[in-house]
């Protein structure tokens, strides 16, 4: 191989990463837009349906046999479901160790089982099944990138993923919630709070190699969290 063949590689090479990065970039922007977009979706059903009183209702029954317009909401739902499941491969490409890949697996279950909700809406036999497995998909994803994190070395990153992912479903079951609609509500901010961290994850793994991590910078430099990792302690 001459001088000017290896040359072209690398070019070529590089401009591969470049196409990579242009096409992962909007994928790890689906997160946020997903959640923002959901309680878009959740504002239009409630004001179809006037009748609708947040804590006496849960959501599902924007999509069930009362709802003046099911079919919007459950609609909704199956996009939404699309969107979580696409984004959990982004998860999957961003995971710098196994068990951040095993909690992008879990977040794509968690895309499936939302999908699942719309198709099965409220009134329906699987209803039940399919709603709480979504969240508890969910707080599986959460708590799988919290001890990822750790392994990775971003320790207080780590410390609120697991804090979500554990802290969430405990004080979802024991506080007396007033309805089924404010327990879902305060799931779905668990789940927002974690997709805005993540937020931060996705745009400091865009700027370097895949298989860094902080760990491996710090087995070199002790102290380069202080001026070139991008994260604070």
């Given at each position: ?198 937020l931060r994850v996705h745009y400091v793994r ?28």
């Amino acid at each position: 191989m001459t001088v000017d063949d290896r040359v072209d590689r690398r070019m070529a090479s590089k401009d591969l990463t470049v196409v990579r990065t242009l096409v992962r970039t909007p994928l790890r922007l689906i997160g946020i837009g997903g959640a923002v977009l959901a309680w878009v979706v959740i504002y239009l059903a409630v004001q179809r349906n006037p009748w609708f009183i947040v804590t006496e209702h849960a959501f599902s029954d924007l999509g069930g046999p009362l709802a003046s317009d099911p079919g919007f909401f459950n609609t909704g739902l199956i996009g939404l479901g699309g969107l979580f499941s696409l984004y959990a491969l982004t998860l999957i490409q961003d995971a710098t160790n196994k068990v951040e890949a095993v909690g992008g697996a879990f977040a794509f279950l968690a895309g499936v089982f939302l999908t699942l909700i719309g198709v099965y809406p409220s009134g329906t036999a699987p209803h039940a099944f399919v709603s709480l497995w979504f969240f508890v998909q969910a707080d599986l994803a959460i708590t799988a990138w919290g001890i990822g994190m750790f392994l990775s070395g971003w320790d207080w990153v780590g410390a609120i993923c697991i804090g979500l992912g554990v802290g969430g479903p405990l004080i979802a079951v024991a506080a007396p919630w007033p309805s089924l609609a404010v327990v879902e509500a305060f799931g779905i901010a668990v789940i927002d709070v974690w997709v805005a961290l993540m937020l931060r994850v996705h745009y400091v793994r865009l700027r370097r190699p895949p298989a860094y991590s902080c760990k491996t910078r710090r087995a070199a430099d002790p102290d380069c969290w202080r001026s070139t990792c991008g994260w604070t302690r």
